[in-house]
């Protein structure tokens, strides 16, 4: 996220703080600005506003490829990439 506009970043944000089961976090040298990834899935896109990433969170949010269903996002890191 280090080269994703601030907007978008707190879209981002702001999106996974409505979720349980949903986390953002910064990585540096990804292939993509941003890089949504669930258990043997993954989505490059270029920009938090792609509808793509909502069908692919409605897709694989708690879906079948879950391996622990109700496990939440919890315990991740507060570091940024500044």
């Given at each position: 996220?280090?080269?994703?506009?601030?907007?978008?970043?707190?879209?981002?944000?702001?999106l996974a703080g409505t979720e349980d089961y949903l986390m953002v976090s910064p990585y540096q040298d990804q292939t993509s600005p941003i890089v949504a990834t669930t258990w043997n899935?993954?989505?490059?896109?270029?920009?938090?506003?792609?509808?793509a990433l909502a069908?692919?969170?409605?897709?694989?949010?708690?879906?079948?490829?879950?391996?622990?269903?109700g496990a939440t996002c919890m315990g991740g890191t507060t570091e940024t990439f500044e």
């Open positions: 996220m280090p080269d994703l506009p601030a907007d978008q970043v707190e879209q981002l944000r702001s899935n993954q989505l490059e896109i270029s920009s938090a506003d792609d509808s069908e692919f969170i409605d897709t694989f949010l708690q879906g079948p490829q879950t391996p622990e269903p």
